[in-house]
């Protein structure tokens, strides 16, 4: 295992992580068996294809922030803010969607990532998330309980969690769980 020299942290995209950025989506891609021809452009341009991510933009029709979580030259995941929810993103897809890449998995990076996002949140004036996940992702409702997540049923095949985010959450650590 790889030993980080600097506390992983939130931040707008950025170049200095190229090389680890395309190798881990690379091998994301490769183990979930998809497209890697967005790669060629990013890695032909990559100070565009940062440009183009950084500061509040619109996706899924609503403004949405990405944020890249790294460790000096290390990238290690991403994680997506989408400052509103539409019809659709209340069934699927939610107020915040992360991953780790595979080299960094199952380190306790994504738990650590969603506490520093939903900090984030806050700060926009989000006072409660929606995160969506896969049934069958256990590692994903794992980190969504750990961060506060509260289960409101299944829609579209997807399980989904509301996070209540306080007024006083810090960054650094896990939202503290409320009561149901």
């Known amino acids: 295992m790889i030993t980080l020299h600097e506390p992983a942290h939130l931040t707008s995209p950025a170049a200095a992580v190229r090389v680890s950025y395309l190798t881990g989506e690379q091998a994301d891609c490769l183990l979930r068996g998809t ?9 032909d341009d990559f100070d565009d294809f940062v440009a183009k991510r950084c500061g509040v933009s619109t996706r899924w029709g609503v403004p949405s922030t990405v944020l890249w979580y790294i460790s000096g030259e290390h990238y290690l995941g991403t994680l997506v803010i989408r400052h509103e929810l539409t019809p659709q993103l209340t069934d699927v897809g939610g107020n915040v969607g992360y991953h780790v890449v595979a080299p960094w998995r199952r380190q306790g990076h994504a738990t650590r990532m969603l506490a520093a996002g939903l900090v984030e949140c806050r700060r926009l004036g989000l006072d409660r998330v929606l995160l969506t996940c896969d049934p069958e992702n256990v590692a994903s409702r794992r980190v969504i309980a750990a961060n506060g997540g509260n289960p409101d049923g299944n829609i579209a095949g997807e399980d989904r969690f509301w996070v209540i985010l306080a007024a006083d959450q810090n960054a650094g650590g896990p939202a503290k769980r409320r009561p149901s």
Do not use: F, M, Q
């Open 35 to 43: 497209e890697t021809d967005w790669l060629g452009p990013a890695s």
